[in-house]
């Protein structure tokens, strides 16, 4: 499976509900951040892109 950054990662069961809480405890511990219940929804962790876009925009809301 070539995975690339617009894949869609619950649609192609590369992760599946149970991934979800390991990407999400990931995501928190590697850059220090705390996600909210709204960014925990498919449409935000959908693919790479829209994971790194949900980080960057924790980080600048966390550096403001």
């Known amino acids: ?5 617009n894949t869609k990662i619950f649609e192609k069961n ?3 509900s149970l991934g979800i809480i390991d990407l999400v405890f990931f995501i928190e511990n ?3 951040l705390k996600l909210n219940d ?4 498919l449409n935000k962790l959908k693919d ?3 994971i790194e876009k949900l980080i960057k925009s ?3 809301w966390k550096i403001s």
């Open 14 to 16: 590369i992760i599946d």
């Open 1 to 5: 499976n070539n995975i690339k950054n």
């Open 58 to 60: 924790k980080i600048k």
């Open 38 to 41: 709204k960014d925990i929804s």
């Open 48 to 50: 790479i892109n829209s």
């Open 30 to 32: 590697k850059f220090k």
